[in-house]
């Protein structure tokens, strides 16, 4: 039984209109994977995918002896895997709502589709930035299960997120605007936005917004917002705030296998679809998202405002 399952069987008029609704949608919902290590695993290469991280050496502060060579040292190394998995979802279209629907095209429920994708994939990277960051609490509090609405997030909290992060040698994003990254909630940036530093900076001095949900720059971090943020159930509800530079977590899928729209449409017939009664509409991806350096993601917790 043969089932067509790729966009090419549609014209390439229609092919590139429900590309284009779809890519729309799904780019805006990507927050999470950006300034992250970007990975594509080559086919046939298994879904087992390994990282190297090195430790790095003593400093040597002896001088050698005129004439001698440096002594030898041993290189260490540990490795990071993360193993691929398939998500997607399906979705039917009946052929009568399709001719008689005022949603021409299905535009409306391709671009649902397409956020769909998005946004299950960048809770997928938001839930092991999640597990694998290293914690640190807004204010003074030290516990999650101290935190209040009223320990809200800080330029000053931001600043001691960014000395930890130099003080761990965390390495830094080649961006010439900032070297770190800071992703928040809009609950989480409306209390930062409020604080009288980041009101008197001068954010940006013009420069332009790479990033998908950029805010802007403080502390030398750009601070994108994200609209499907991580929180927990404490006394209150506590908000994660990510901060990290270069290298800090990977994000790899699947060559051959990448995020992608797949449709039917119900001029194909076939067992599955005799009287050609509906449409289908999918999407499907090989996919992980992995911490490489739990020293180097910074998890700050906090409050927010009602």
């Keep these: 039984m ?3 399952t ?3 069987t549609l014209s390439q008029e229609a092919q590139t209109y429900y590309e284009k609704k779809f890519l ?3 780019e805006y919902e990507s927050i999470f994977e950006q300034g992250g290590q970007m990975r594509s695993q080559p086919k046939n290469g298994g879904s087992t995918i390994s990282f190297t991280r090195h430790t790095p050496l003593a400093t040597v502060t ?3 002896t005129e004439g001698t060579n440096p002594s030898e040292v041993a290189l260490t190394a540990v490795n990071v895997t993360a193993q691929l998995k398939e998500y997607g979802n399906h979705a039917k279209i009946s052929r009568f709502l399709t001719l008689n629907g005022i949603d021409a095209n299905n535009a409306e429920k391709i671009e649902v589709i397409g956020q ?3 946004e299950t994939l960048d809770e997928l990277v ?3 930035l999640f597990t694998g960051a290293t914690t640190a609490y807004a204010g003074t509090k030290t516990a999650l299960t101290a935190m209040s609405a009223s320990d809200v997030i800080t330029v000053k909290d931001i600043q001691k997120v960014v000395r930890t992060l130099k003080k761990n040698k965390a390495r830094r994003l080649t961006s010439s605007v900032a070297p770190w990254m800071g992703k928040l909630s809009p609950d989480t940036s409306f209390d930062l936005q409020q604080d009288s530093t980041w009101i008197n900076a001068s954010v940006y001095n013009g420069a332009e917004k790479l990033y998908r949900g950029e805010l802007g720059k403080i502390a030398g971090v750009r601070l ?3 609209a499907n943020p991580k ?3 404490s006394t209150v509800t506590v908000f994660s705030n990510f901060f990290h530079g270069d290298q800090a977590f990977g994000v790899m899928d699947l060559d051959g296998d990448k995020p992608q729209l797949y449709i039917i449409p119900h001029t194909k017939i076939d067992s599955a679809n005799p009287a050609g009664r509906f449409s289908s509409v999918s999407w499907a991806a090989s996919y992980v998202s992995k911490t490489l350096n739990p020293s180097w993601l910074i998890n700050l917790k906090s409050g927010a405002t009602a």
């Design 6 to 8: 790729q966009t090419s």
């Design 224 to 226: 994108l917002e994200s």
């Design 126 to 128: 938001r839930n092991e």
């Design 2 to 4: 043969a089932v067509n």
């Design 62 to 64: 002896t001088a050698l």
């Design 116 to 118: 769909n994708m998005r």
């Design 24 to 26: 729309a949608r799904s």
């Design 231 to 233: 929180t927990e159930a």
